[in-house]
C-alpha cells in the first residue's frame, strides 16, 4: 500500500463549513410547523410530587401542551434502561418524567409545547408543582451512612452494587510482609463534561406512515435508536431515523439515552406536529450526565529494594440518583483494571461500592474511570517516591514492566499486548531537561520561589472492545464497529462509519486510509455518519475507539472492495486473478505495470457486467463489522512544571510536555489536537473544575459563572511528542489518542504541585487545586 | 408588541419586527436563519455567539434586537469576501485552530476584534483577548497559533 495519505498532517476536510458559519447543529434545524418543548424541572433534591396543575399553563396563549410523567407512563412509555449490569446491582426505575418522586435537581416532572421556544419556557414557569420536600444526600460517603435518606425503596442502604477484582488475601499478605507502606485518601471530584453545544433534540412523526424521526446530539446515534425503540417507547426500530449531525463535542457526555429526546420524541406523535428542544447551559448542569465522583483509600507496599509488593484500593462511587447507560462499568471494569498502571505489581485487590445519592446521574466523561485509576497509581508512585527519598522518575523506572515481558498479564483481568515505557519516559525526560530543571528547582528554592515537576506514566485501555468479553462482564451490547464501503460507477467512493465524529476529525482521517488503500484521490472519498437511515448499524464513538476498531472495519470492507475489483480485473486483463496486483490505483498483471486497468474503469465495468466474470455478482460494495481482538494500550509519559505563589497560593503552569504513544498515527495534525484537548481537560480537573452541592444536595455550580472550565490564559502551550510502538491486533497498529491527555494531565498536574509544596511538608490536598486550598494549606503547615 | 427593527446584517439591510425582549442572537438564527452563531450558555460567559457589531465584539446572547436596531451586524457567514477566506478563517483552517467547530464562530470574531486594536499580539495578549470565549476541544493551543498566523498574514497584506 502506498502510503501518499497515512501519516500525513492533513488539513481537515471538514472545517470549510465549520470556519464559514455552515455547520449544521441540531439546533440549527427547522422543520415545518415545528413547536418548541420546555422542560419543567425539580428546583428539589428529593420530594414526594403531590399534585401537578397544568391549567394556567395551557391558557397560556400559543401553549399547544403540557404533559407529566404520569401522562407518559399511562401510555406505555418505560424506564430508560441501562446498558451495563453488575450481578447483584440494583436496578431501579428510571422514567423520562417524575411520576411519584423526584430524586435529584433537575429531574424532569413536566413538559410544556408551545409554538416558539420563548412562550413555552413562559409557560413553563407556570405549572404549578406542589412537592413534600424530604431529606435529601449529595455526598456518596454521608449516603452509605446508617440513617441517610434512601434515594430508592429497592436500595434502602443506598449501595447499588458492590465489586471487587484482584486478589484480596494475597494483597493483605503483601502488605503484611512490605518494607514500607504509603496510605492517602483521595477525593476524585465530581465534574461536568460541558460540551459547548448544549443537548439538542428535534423529532417529528409521520402518521401516514407511522414513522419517526429524531436528530440528537448523540455520539452514536444507533444505540439511541436501539435503546429508545427497544425499551423506552415501544417503536419497532424500522419506524424510528435516528440522525445525529454536526456536533459540538461530546467528551461521553452524548453517548447515554437521556429523558430530554425520549420526551420530544414522545410528544410529536402526541402533538402531531415536529418538537425541539435545545439545553439552555444551565439545563446541561443539572441534566448531562456528570463525571468521576469517586472518595477514595489507597495504598502502596514496596519491598526493601523499593520495588512494588502490591496495591490496595477502596472507592466508594457515586452514581448519582439513577442509573445511566453506562454508568456500573465506568468505576469497576474500566477503573478496577487500570490499576496495574505501567508498573510490576505482583498483586491488587480494588473494591468499589457503587452508590445511589440525590445527584444527576454520572456516567462516562473523557477517559472514564481511566483517569480515575492513573490519578490513584501515580499519586502513589509519588507519595512512594517522595516516602523513599527517591527521585520519582527513578522509582517509575524500577518498578516499569519491562519491554520483553510482552504480552504482560496484569493481576487486575487486563493482558498488556504491548509497551515500551522507559522510552516515553526518557524522551520526556530529555525534553524537560530534567537534572538542569531539578538544579534549578533547589537553587529557587533557596530564594523563596517554589516549582514542581509531576509525572505521569499512565497506561490507557481504549479501543472497546472485544464484544465477548464485555459481555461477560455485563455489557448488555458489542462493542464491533460497521463499516459500508459504496464505490460508485466513476470510481468515487462513499464510506458509511458506525463511527461518529464530534470534533475527532473523522471525514479526513478516515478518507486518508481509504484514499491510500484504493490509490485514489482523496477528494474521491466522502465519509458519511451519524444517520441511522443510511449507515449500517454502528456502535459509535466513545472509548478512543473509532480509529482503532471503525477505521479497522474500514479496512475490511476496502479489503473485501480490492479482492472483488482484481477479479473483475483479471477479466479485463485475460490473466489469472493470483497474477494480478494492485498498486497506485492500478490492477496489471504481474511484470506488465504498463498494461493495465485503473480502479474506476474495474468500478464502472462492475456496474456494466458487460464484459464481466461468468458467475460474479455485479456492482462493487462490501460491508463488515469489526470485533477487536483486545483493547489496545496506548501508554505515555506527561511532565508538568508549575510554579507555586506561597503568598496567593496561584499555580502557574510553567511547561508541559507530553510524550505519548498511540501506536501508528493516521493524521499527526488531529492526533496533536486530540492530545491538547485532553490535557486541558485533565488540568481543569486539577486546578479549576469541581461540582459543588450542598448539604441539601442543591447544585451550587450550576451555571459557568459557577463553574470554573479552563480558559485561554489558564493553560500554557504544550509540548506534544511521541513514541510510536504499533498496535500489534489490528490492521491498521493504531491505538486510541483521544483520552490520553485526560487520563494522564490531572495527575501529571497535581504530583507537581505537590512537587512544589514539598519545602512545606505537604503530602496531599483534595483537587481543585485552587489558590484559597493551597493558600489555606500553607499557612497550616507554616503554623505547625 | 411587537417593535419594528432595521439591522444590517453583512451588508444586507433587514426590516423586521419583533418582540423586544428578543435576543439578538435570535434574531440572527431564527429570524434571519444565518445559524453560523450559536449559543453555548445562559451568562455571557462561553463567546460562542460573539458578532461584530458596528465592528466591535459583542455576545449578541447578551444584546436585544432591538438595541441592535440601526447597526451593523457581521457574523462568521460575512467574514469570507468573494469567497476569500479571511485570514483568520485561513488560520483557523491551517492549525487545526478548531475541532467540533461550535465555538470557532465566537472565536473567529473575537480574535478579529483583538487583532483590529492590535495588530501583533504576544501569545500571552492572544490568550488574554480570548478569555471570554471557551473551547473545549482544543486546549487553545492552536488557537493560539491560528490567530498568530492571521495577524502575520494580515501584516504582511496591510
Known sequence: MATRYFGVAMKRREDPRFITGRGTYVDDLTLPGLVYAAMVRSPHAHARIKAIHKEKALQHPGVIAVFTGKDMVESGVKSLPCGWLLPGMKLPPHYPMAVDKVRHVGEIVAVVIAQDRYTAEDAAELVEVEYEPLPAVADGAKALQPGAPAVHDEAPD??????????????????????????????????????????????????????????????????????????????????????????????????????????????????????????????????????????????????????????????????????????????????????????????????????????????????????????????????????????????????????????????????????NYEGALNKALEAINYKELRRRQEELRKQGRYIGIGFSCYIEACGIAPSQVVGSLGAQAGLWESALVRVHPTGKVTVYTGSHTHGQGHETAFAQIVADELGIPIEDVEIVHGDTGSVPFGMGTYGSRSAPVGGSAIVLSLQKIKEKARKIAAHLLEAAEEDVVFEDGKFYVKGVPDRFKTFQEVALQAYLAHNYPPGLEPGLEASSFYDPKNFTFPFGTHICVVEVDPETGKVKILRYVAVDDAGRIINPLIAEGQVHGGIAQGIGQALLEGAIYDENAQLLSASLLDYALPRADDLPAFEIDHTVTPCPHNPLGVKGIGETGTIAATAATVNAVMDALAPFGIRHIDMPLTPEKIWRAIQAARAA | MKVPVTVTVNGQVYQREVEPRMLLVHFLREVLGLTGTHVGCDTSQCGACVVLMDGKAVKSCTVFAVQADGAQITTIEGLARNGQLHPLQEGFWEMHGLQCGFCTPGMILAAYDLLQRNPNPTDEEIRHALEGNYCRCTGYHNIVRAVRYAAEKLRVQA
Not at chain 1, 461536568?192 to 446515534?221: G, K
Not at chain 1, 406523535?269 to 435545545?278: D, L, N
Not at chain 1, 512494588?308 to 445511566?324: F, P
Not at chain 1, 523513599?388 to 514492566?401: H, Q, S, V
Request: aromatic fraction near 10%; glycine fraction near 6%.
Open chain 1, 158 to 419: 443506598n449501595v447499588c452494587f458492590r465489586w471487587s477484582i484482584g486478589d484480596r488475601e494475597k494483597t493483605d499478605e503483601a502488605f503484611r510482609r512490605a518494607h514500607r507502606t504509603v496510605k492517602v485518601e483521595l477525593v476524585n471530584q465530581r465534574l461536568i463534561p460541558n460540551a459547548i453545544e448544549p443537548r439538542a433534540a428535534m423529532a417529528q412523526y409521520n402518521p401516514a406512515t407511522d414513522e419517526y424521526t429524531l436528530w440528537v446530539t448523540s455520539q452514536n446515534p444507533h444505540v439511541h435508536r436501539l435503546l429508545m425503540a427497544a425499551f423506552v417507547l415501544g417503536i419497532p426500530e424500522h419506524k424510528l431515523r435516528v440522525i445525529s449531525p454536526d456536533v459540538g463535542g461530546g467528551f461521553g457526555s452524548k453517548i447515554f439515552l437521556y429523558p430530554e429526546e425520549t420526551i420530544v420524541t414522545w410528544a410529536a406523535k402526541q402533538v402531531g406536529r415536529p418538537v425541539k428542544w435545545t439545553a439552555r447551559r444551565r439545563e446541561s448542569f443539572v441534566s448531562d450526565a456528570h463525571g468521576r465522583d469517586h472518595i477514595t483509600e489507597a495504598e502502596l507496599a514496596v519491598d526493601e529494594k523499593g520495588k512494588i509488593l502490591g496495591m490496595r484500593v477502596k472507592t466508594i462511587a457515586n452514581l448519582g440518583a439513577y442509573l445511566s447507560t453506562f454508568a456500573p462499568a465506568i468505576p469497576t471494569y474500566l477503573y478496577g483494571t487500570l490499576l496495574s498502571g505501567q508498573y510490576e505489581i505482583p498483586t491488587i485487590y480494588c473494591e468499589v461500592t457503587g452508590v445511589f445519592t440525590h445527584t444527576t446521574p454520572v456516567d462516562a466523561y473523557r477517559g472514564a474511570g481511566r483517569p480515575e485509576a492513573t490519578y490513584v497509581v501515580e499519586r502513589l508512585m509519588d507519595l512512594m517516591a517522595r516516602e523513599l527519598g527517591e527521585d520519582p522518575a527513578e522509582f517509575r523506572r524500577k518498578n516499569f514492566i519491562p519491554p520483553d515481558k510482552f504480552p504482560y498479564q496484569t493481576p487486575v483481568a487486563l493482558q498488556y499486548d504491548s509497551g
